[in-house]
Structure formats: structure tokens, C-alpha cells
């Protein structure tokens, strides 16, 4: 049977430690398995993280303990202290030639939260470095699929069922473990959200929904 | 051959006229074309299957020969908590269903997602309170399993984005109204920075966390 590797990545801050955590939950997955005790891992601990660097020696990695492998990483990452762009493409083309079946899902996050984010954390906005080199990934012969961030926290299990169904690819979405390092009402979003008193529209949506009598017509 | 519908549905505030926009783009779909010419307008008056959702059963008078590709899009629920102008009502998803497929139309389902946070803050303030349970008393009915879309992944991807997706319609994803459609993100008006948080320090010292800070 051949092996899937399904790599995961996002910009930066886009949660790819939650989705890391989510997808290999699962006891037919390998990669990243230390998140499941952790909360936080600094990403070149993770599973693939040389291979993001040195793509070309992936067939070192052992694959023979699991049939479906989690991979992931950001873009752009920091490995050993060095920010650089990670080798996806290379390491997928390599993982496809070393006869393993390939699928990438790129996390996608509130584009103002995540370079809000980024500008606190990193002190620059590295949204555009990951949105153009993503363009690479979705022009690429490689399966492709996106992964939103708001849907994981509105509809939990509903979405991991689907996200499973649509990349084939199993995930543990019935375990409770899955809302561990989630508040139910507190998501990773809502410290960034405020309330707006009033928007121009609203005034139109009210008189919009009277009856047509009442507007007139 | 089976005409095809694409039902779209989501909570009140979550893009229901922006995706009814896009999805109502390409020429073979008939859909809410008013749409494309005005910002904004009340969906029980203007979106073309409105009074089908309010009556399903007046949906054999139809005339199903106006297109093979159909769209339409719903909020659950419609109307104002207490209001007695606009009363809330929730329209029921699988009658609607039921009735077009009587009429030999083949169905498939969009569920629109937005940040739970504006959205909550978007119902309480034009709604008046979270009309989420109502929401999902009707999406827990659901025959088949939807594909979700994003408003946030369709503000950053656009184009690509829409190109991505397979449903029983075409998507005008190549269309130039596309981009104006997207020009503002009224998800920004909500956004605030952060100064600091605690889990910060992982990523400026490589330091793990056990447990959320």
C-alpha cells in the first residue's frame, strides 16, 4: 500500500499547531504526536522539519510505522534560528518519487488577524511571502485542497468530518481530544474581535425587512 | 438529464448576499442577478426563490425550463428577534428540499462559515441576540453532507479560491466582478491589534508550553 503524506501548511500564525495537533490525532497518522502533550512546539522540532530544509534526503525518514504521515510546516519557518522559505514543492516532488501518494492543505486564517499577529510576533507581516509562494503549490501537478481556521472553530466536528472525507485522509474527529486545548467559547480569534456599535448598512438591512407597504412600493 | 440546484445556506451575517453574488455571476446560472446591480437588497423581496421558501409546496408551478442551473441562498434564521415588523422565522431546509426534488432536480448543499466572534457580534447588534441555535436547528437536518465555504479564505484566495471548489453549477470564478465584488473586507472593521500575548514568547524564544497560557 502506498503511504499518504499530507502536508499542512499556512502562514505564519495561521494555526498550523492546531491543525498539526487535529490531524495527527488519529492512531492510523504519524507526525508531530509530541503535540498532543504539548501546547506549543517551537516548529523545527517538528517531525519533517530537516526535510523542509534538505528535501533530497527524505529517504532517510522511515516511513514503516504508519500508513498516512502528517507533515507540517509554515511559510515562511524558522529553522535552527534561520528564517527561510520551506522547500514544500521539492519535498513533495521527492515523497511522490519515492512512491508515496502527496496531498497539501493550506491553512487559511483572517487575513487582518494573521498580519496583526505576525507584525506583534515576528515584528514584520510575512503574509505576502507565504501568499506567493502558495501560488508555486496551487499551480503544481500536487493534489490541493484549502483549510479554513473560522470553520474549525464554528463547526468543530463537522468540519474535521468533511475536511476527512475531502482529503481522504483519516481523522480522528469523533475523540474528545480534539476540543482539549480549546475553550468552547474562546477561540484563538476572539482576543483580536471587537464590537462595532454601528455600520452603514444596518440602517438599510432594518428598513429592508419592514414590509413593502411600509417602504413605499 | 436532472436540472441542478445549488442550495446555500449559513447564519444570519455570514456572507449569505456576498456568496449569492458570486455564485449568481456566470450567465447559465440563474440566480440572484438583481443582486449584481445593487449592494444590498432584502432577501424575502428579491432573491428569486424567497417565496418558495416561505411555501415550498408552490415550487411544482415553477418554471423549471428557465435554466438547467439553478442557485439560491437562505440565512437561518429571517427577521429580528422580537420584532414586530420582521418577525423571526425559520424557513424549513429539508421541505424546501423535499419539493425540489419532487421536481426532478438534483440538490446540493453550501454551508457558509464566517468567525464565530463577528458573527455573534454582527446578530446581536442587527438581530439583537445570537440567532446561532436557530442556525443550527436547521443544519442539523441536513440530508447529505455540504461542502463548508469560507468567507475568509474567499477575501485572501478570491479567484483561486473559487476556482478550487466543485459543485453541480459553474462558478464565474474568472469573471472581473469578482475582485469588486471582494474590494472591502467588512471583516476588518471588527479587527483590533493585540499588544501582547503569552504565547508569544514561544515563538521569540523557542520555549514549549504545556498548556495554554
Not at chain 1, 470553520?151 to 466536528?157: E, I, N, P, Q, T
Not at chain 2, 441576540?129 to 479564505?153: A, D, V
Not at chain 2, 479567484?159 to 472581473?176: G, H, Q, T, V
Amino acid at each position: 500500500m502506498k503511504k499518504k503524506i499530507l502536508i499542512i501548511t499556512g502562514p505564519q500564525g495561521s494555526g498550523n499547531h492546531v491543525f498539526s495537533r487535529l490531524f495527527s490525532l488519529h492512531e492510523k497518522v504519524g507526525g508531530w504526536k509530541e503535540l498532543q502533550n504539548e501546547y506549543w512546539i517551537p516548529s523545527d522540532l517538528e517531525t519533517f522539519a530537516k526535510y523542509w530544509v534538505e528535501p533530497e534526503k527524505l529517504s532517510e525518514f522511515d516511513f514503516s510505522s504508519h500508513n498516512y504521515w502528517l507533515a507540517n510546516v509554515s511559510v515562511p519557518f524558522v529553522y535552527d534560528g534561520v528564517k527561510q522559505v520551506p522547500k514544500i514543492l521539492e519535498f513533495a516532488d521527492e515523497a511522490k518519487r519515492l512512491g508515496h501518494e502527496v496531498i497539501i492543505g493550506i491553512i487559511v486564517r483572517d487575513q487582518n488577524i494573521n498580519k496583526l499577529q505576525q507584525q506583534r510576533v515576528r515584528k514584520e507581516v510575512t503574509l505576502n511571502t507565504a501568499t506567493i509562494y502558495f501560488k508555486q503549490l496551487i499551480d503544481s501537478k500536487h493534489k490541493l485542497h484549502f483549510i479554513d481556521h473560522e470553520a474549525f472553530f464554528l463547526y468543530k466536528r463537522d468540519y474535521l468530518k468533511y475536511l476527512s472525507k475531502l482529503l481522504k485522509f483519516p481523522i480522528d474527529y469523533k475523540n474528545d481530544l480534539i476540543l482539549r486545548f480549546i475553550k468552547t467559547n474562546e477561540d484563538a480569534n476572539s482576543k483580536y474581535v471587537k464590537y462595532v456599535e454601528e455600520h452603514w448598512l444596518d440602517q438599510h438591512v432594518w428598513n429592508g425587512i419592514k414590509p413593502k407597504k411600509d417602504r413605499g412600493l | 438529464m436532472k436540472s441542478q440546484m445549488l442550495i446555500l445556506f449559513g447564519p444570519q451575517g455570514a456572507g449569505n448576499h456576498l456568496w449569492s453574488k458570486i455564485f449568481s455571476l456566470h450567465k447559465d446560472v440563474y440566480g440572484w442577478k438583481s443582486l449584481l446591480e445593487n449592494y444590498w437588497e432584502p432577501h424575502r423581496f428579491k432573491e428569486p426563490f424567497a417565496k418558495y421558501w416561505r411555501d415550498p409546496k408552490q415550487l411544482q408551478d415553477f418554471n423549471w425550463d428557465l435554466s438547467f442551473y439553478y442557485f439560491t441562498s437562505i440565512s437561518f434564521p429571517l427577521g429580528i428577534v422580537g420584532s414586530d415588523v420582521n418577525p423571526i422565522y425559520n424557513p424549513n431546509l429539508l421541505n424546501f428540499v423535499n419539493e425540489v426534488q419532487k421536481c426532478n432536480v438534483n440538490v446540493e448543499f453550501a454551508v457558509i462559515g464566517r468567525d464565530q466572534n463577528i458573527l455573534n457580534y454582527q446578530q446581536t447588534r442587527i438581530r439583537t441576540q445570537s440567532t446561532m441555535p436557530l442556525f443550527y436547528e436547521q443544519y442539523n437536518t441536513l440530508p447529505k453532507t455540504p461542502t463548508f465555504l469560507s468567507y475568509e479564505l474567499l477575501y485572501l484566495y478570491k479567484s483561486e479560491y473559487l476556482k478550487s471548489l466543485k459543485f453541480n453549477i459553474p462558478i464565474a470564478y474568472d469573471d472581473n466582478r469578482v475582485n469588486e465584488i471582494l474590494s472591502d473586507d467588512p471583516n476588518k472593521k471588527y479587527i483590533h491589534n493585540v499588544e501582547r500575548y503569552d504565547l508569544d514568547e514561544g515563538n521569540k524564544t523557542g520555549k514549549i508550553f504545556n498548556s495554554k497560557p
